[in-house]
């Protein structure tokens, strides 16, 4: 179920149980002050208990958006070290650079398939060992450049277990979502606070177009819960600039290594 129907689901269901209570107030008359009164305490804890959880959630997920977008930048810093460091040397037809120009080109199509005219599929550790073994290889061909010290080597070799550990903690907070009963428990005491709502208030049709409002408030909460846990799809996404610069920079490092290579014609 895509985000959008779920969201629309529970502004439904918000508003139906709303609905169920204007209905009760309606047709069973309230003739003491007892229930009354208790309705609207239970719904004052309801609100008290609903408000502070979704706050807390939302407040969590905004900060799990904001440490996926931190963990591509150290990403993309620890990838354009490599590339000037991998620059310094005179490597034979430049393998490495363009081993690490795959590596990025493939990050930028796992993580926006949209800008590459693919699908969305699912990131996972399966990733990781592709990036690894492109690591590994570049690692080997640094070690054999003419000029190259241990110094350079050790470098290359700390950034390339910063790029695993990076990846790794971007992978594993991809597959820490929010747990679906959480949501469920969560948007059931919105249904039960909208029902008291309904309960204690008059029936009519302004009442019911204040409760249509507050039922699609509810479920936007529920659309940015999702779409800032999702952060590589969605509306919300984390921003590719830093990547796409990095990517036009080696790509006019490509296009200038392959022109120097031409050879020279004569007339």
Not at 66 to 71: E, I, S, V
Not at 108 to 118: A, I, L, M, S, V
Not at 169 to 179: D, E, F, G, H, K
Not at 206 to 229: K, Y
Request: proline share 3%; glycine share 6%.
């Amino acid at each position: 179920m895509s985000t959008l129907s779920r969201c629309a689901l529970v502004a439904l269901m918000v508003l139906c149980f709303a609905i169920l209570g204007m209905s009760i107030h309606e047709f069973i008359p309230f003739q003491m002050s007892f229930p009354m009164d208790m309705a609207r305490s239970i719904s004052g804890l309801v609100g008290t208990l609903f408000a502070i959880v979704l706050g807390l959630l939302v407040s969590s997920s905004y900060n799990a958006f904001n440490g996926h977008q931190a963990d591509l930048n150290s990403l993309v810093t620890v990838l354009a070290n490599i590339d000037l460091l991998l620059k310094r040397f005179q490597a034979k037809d430049n393998a490495s650079r363009h081993i690490l120009r795959e590596i990025v080109i493939a990050l930028h199509c796992r993580y926006w398939p949209e800008k590459n005219g693919t699908h969305w599929k699912k990131v996972g550790y399966a990733n990781l060992s592709d990036d690894i073994d492109g690591m590994i290889e570049i690692n080997k061909i640094a070690e054999s450049m003419p000029g190259v010290t241990q110094d350079d080597i050790n470098a290359i070799r700390q950034l390339s277990s910063n790029f695993v550990t990076t990846q790794s903690n971007i992978i594993r907070n991809l597959s820490n979502q929010v747990p679906s009963l959480l949501l469920f428990i969560i948007f059931g005491w919105a249904c039960l606070l909208f029902f008291l709502y309904g309960c204690t208030g008059e029936a009519s049709l302004f009442s019911a177009f204040l409760l249509s409002m507050g039922s699609l408030a509810v479920a936007s909460t529920n659309f940015l819960i999702l779409e800032l846990t999702q952060p590589y799809h969605g509306i919300f996404k984390v921003s590719s600039a830093a990547l796409d610069l990095l990517i036009d920079s080696m790509n006019k490092d490509q296009q200038e290594l392959s022109s120097n290579k031409q050879p020279a014609t004569f007339i």
